[in-house]
Structure formats: structure tokens, C-alpha cells
């Protein structure tokens, strides 16, 4: 059976290679950010056609070729002809973003025409204040108890409204930009998938996927008669191939074979996996 090659697993990763990583991950994230908005825009497109095209049925004409132009219906962007992209619109969503998580009107597309018209305007923006503003030293920082008491509170609950999650943070006094950023980087919406907010709650505590995942596996623990933290290997599954899937530098090759080597050469009949068993094995590669 190929077995995965040996490596030597830096715990401590000095502060070049933590810099570049950072670099690495912010670039792959303007990618994906990019990506996104060529599909928004390309959605927009397809959206003022349809609506021009029912402009006309509706009249009862046919807009000939030269009319659809005059009209601005825009054609979709030939593959030799990338699409420029204007260097302020990845800000401009993110702020529209952020002030909507921090908002959560409970008409959203009104809410974003309002949001757009007074910034159009120089108006204020319609974003939500905090009732209580607290500074800067008085904010908490996240350490992997504070992790286990919202994961105990949550009560084996597998989804939870991003609302109430975020009253639970706030109610630990913790960093709002912080949760902000986990909610857009592991994309996920109104109904939160917890594992997949938690993992990456413990990947701003870990740098590194098999850091991240020691973190999480001796928060999620139950199992303490062998004295090492263990948890389901589903559970271990599935944290880390989403994290794998958010980062975007670990093929889906490589997780299948790394899963398939644990489940076949180290998971014993109880279907649980120690730490040990892909932190300090060299034939475990997980990054």
C-alpha cells in the first residue's frame, strides 16, 4: 500500500514562516474574493436581461439586436477578454458585509438598496450600533476554554442561528472583528453549522491544520481513560477536510489519502483517534 512520506513537523514555526503564511492565505482569499465577484457580476448581467427581455414580451415587441445594445444589455465576458474588476470593490464588499452581519435586517434586499442609496448619497449608513461600546483592552481573548464553554452551552446542538451564536460571543466579552471573519472565511450563512464555526474558531488559536486540529480534538474530548483526548474519526473527518476545502493549498488527493491511511493503519475497532496519532506520526502529512 503507498504510504504517505515522512516529514519532519515543525511545532514551532518561526516568525518568517508564520509571515508568509499569512501572505499565502490572504492571497488565496483575494482569489476566491475575486472569483466570487465575477460571478456576481455575471449574475447582475443575466438579471438586467431577463428583465429588459419581459420589458418588451410584456409590450408586446421583440428588441431587435442594435435596441438590446442601446439598452445595455451586456454581453457575457469572452474568455480573451478577462474581466476588469475595479480595485475598491473587494473593500466595498466586505465593509457592505461586515455591516450587514453586524445589522441582520430582517429584510435584507431592501436593506442593502438603503445601504447602497445613502452611500451613493454620502448619507450615514443604515448599520446597527452596539448598545454598549466596549474599548479595545476590555475585549477577551479567545483561548481554547472559552471554546469549550460555548461548545458546552451549545448542548450537542449541530446547527445554531448566526444571531444567537453572536450573542453568545459577545456575552464573552470576545473580539467582534474576529467572528466576523470566521462567518465569511468558512462561508457560512444564517444557520450555522457549529463544527465548521468551531474549527475555524481553533484554527485562529493553531496557524497550522494539524495545530488547529490538536486544538479542537482535546476541546471536543470526552474520552479521558487513556489519558490522551480522543474523538470520533468521523468527527476528526470532517474538520479536516473543511479545513482543507477553506484553505485551498491541501488537494482533495491528499486528504483522501491521509484519511485512508489513519482509518486503515491507525484507527482501532472503537473508531477513535488520539492526538498522537497525527501529530507526532511521520507518515502523517496533513498540511
Same mark, same amino acid.
Given at each position: 500500500?503507498?504510504?504517505?512520506?515522512?516529514?519532519?513537523?515543525?511545532?514551532?514555526?518561526?516568525?518568517?514562516?508564520?509571515?508568509?503564511?499569512?501572505?499565502?492565505?490572504?492571497?488565496?482569499?483575494?482569489?476566491?474574493?475575486?472569483?466570487?465577484?465575477?460571478?456576481?457580476?455575471?449574475?447582475?448581467?443575466?438579471?438586467?436581461?431577463?428583465?429588459?427581455?419581459?420589458?418588451?414580451?410584456?409590450?408586446?415587441?421583440?428588441?431587435?439586436?442594435?435596441?438590446?445594445?442601446? *439598452?445595455?444589455?451586456?454581453?457575457?465576458?469572452?474568455?480573451?477578454?478577462?474581466? @476588469?474588476?475595479? /480595485? #475598491? $470593490?473587494?473593500? &466595498? +464588499?466586505?465593509?457592505?458585509?461586515?455591516?450587514?452581519?453586524?445589522?441582520?435586517?430582517?429584510?435584507?434586499?431592501?436593506?442593502?438598496?438603503?445601504?447602497?442609496?445613502?452611500?451613493?448619497?454620502?448619507?450615514?449608513?443604515?448599520? *446597527?450600533?452596539?448598545?454598549?461600546?466596549?474599548?479595545?483592552?476590555?475585549?477577551? @481573548?479567545?483561548? /481554547? #476554554? $472559552?471554546?469549550? &464553554? +460555548?461548545?458546552?452551552?451549545?448542548?450537542?446542538?449541530?446547527?445554531?442561528?448566526?444571531?444567537?451564536?453572536?450573542?453568545?460571543?459577545?456575552?464573552?466579552?470576545?473580539?467582534?472583528?474576529?467572528?466576523?471573519?470566521?462567518?465569511?472565511?468558512?462561508?457560512?450563512?444564517?444557520?450555522?453549522?457549529?463544527?465548521?464555526?468551531?474549527?475555524?474558531?481553533?484554527?485562529?488559536?493553531?496557524?497550522?491544520?494539524?495545530?488547529?486540529?490538536?486544538?479542537?480534538?482535546?476541546?471536543?474530548?470526552?474520552?479521558?481513560?487513556?489519558?490522551?483526548?480522543?474523538?470520533?474519526?468521523?468527527?476528526?473527518?470532517?474538520?479536516?477536510?473543511?479545513?482543507?476545502?477553506?484553505?485551498?493549498?491541501?488537494?482533495?488527493?491528499?486528504?483522501?489519502?491521509?484519511?485512508?491511511?489513519?482509518?486503515?493503519?491507525?484507527?482501532?475497532?472503537?473508531?477513535?483517534?488520539?492526538?498522537?496519532?497525527?501529530?507526532?506520526?511521520?507518515?502523517?502529512?496533513?498540511?
Amino acid at each position: 500500500m503507498d504510504t504517505p512520506t515522512p516529514t519532519n513537523i515543525c511545532k514551532d514555526p518561526n516568525v518568517g514562516e508564520l509571515k508568509t503564511e499569512i501572505r499565502s492565505s490572504i492571497h488565496r482569499l483575494d482569489q476566491k474574493l475575486n472569483d466570487v465577484i465575477t460571478a456576481v457580476c455575471c449574475l447582475k448581467n443575466k438579471v438586467e436581461t431577463v428583465v429588459m427581455k419581459t420589458d418588451y414580451l410584456q409590450r408586446g415587441l421583440c428588441p431587435p439586436e442594435d435596441e438590446q445594445k442601446s *439598452k445595455g444589455f451586456a454581453k457575457m465576458p469572452q474568455p480573451d477578454k478577462p474581466l @476588469v474588476i475595479p /480595485p #475598491e $470593490l473587494p473593500e &466595498l +464588499l466586505k465593509q457592505f458585509t461586515q455591516a450587514a452581519i453586524r445589522t441582520r435586517p430582517p429584510d435584507l434586499i431592501q436593506w442593502s438598496a438603503t445601504y447602497f442609496t445613502a452611500l451613493q448619497n454620502g448619507d450615514p449608513l443604515p448599520i *446597527k450600533e452596539q448598545p454598549e461600546r466596549i474599548s479595545l483592552s476590555d475585549w477577551a @481573548v479567545l483561548t /481554547p #476554554e $472559552l471554546l469549550k &464553554l +460555548l461548545h458546552t452551552k451549545l448542548a450537542g446542538r449541530l446547527t445554531i442561528e448566526t444571531s444567537e451564536l453572536l450573542d453568545m460571543w459577545k456575552a464573552q466579552n470576545l473580539p467582534i472583528d474576529l467572528f466576523e471573519s470566521i462567518i465569511i472565511v468558512g462561508r457560512l450563512a444564517e444557520e450555522v453549522e457549529w463544527l465548521k464555526f468551531f474549527v475555524l474558531a481553533c484554527s485562529s488559536l493553531g496557524v497550522t491544520i494539524a495545530k488547529t486540529l490538536k486544538i479542537a480534538c482535546e476541546i471536543l474530548s470526552t474520552e479521558r481513560e487513556s489519558g490522551q483526548p480522543r474523538i470520533p474519526f468521523s468527527t476528526f473527518q470532517f474538520l479536516y477536510t473543511f479545513l482543507a476545502d477553506v484553505d485551498g493549498e491541501v488537494s482533495r488527493t491528499q486528504v483522501n489519502r491521509m484519511l485512508t491511511y489513519l482509518h486503515q493503519e491507525i484507527i482501532g475497532p472503537d473508531e477513535l483517534i488520539k492526538v498522537s496519532d497525527f501529530i507526532n506520526n511521520p507518515k502523517v502529512r496533513l498540511e
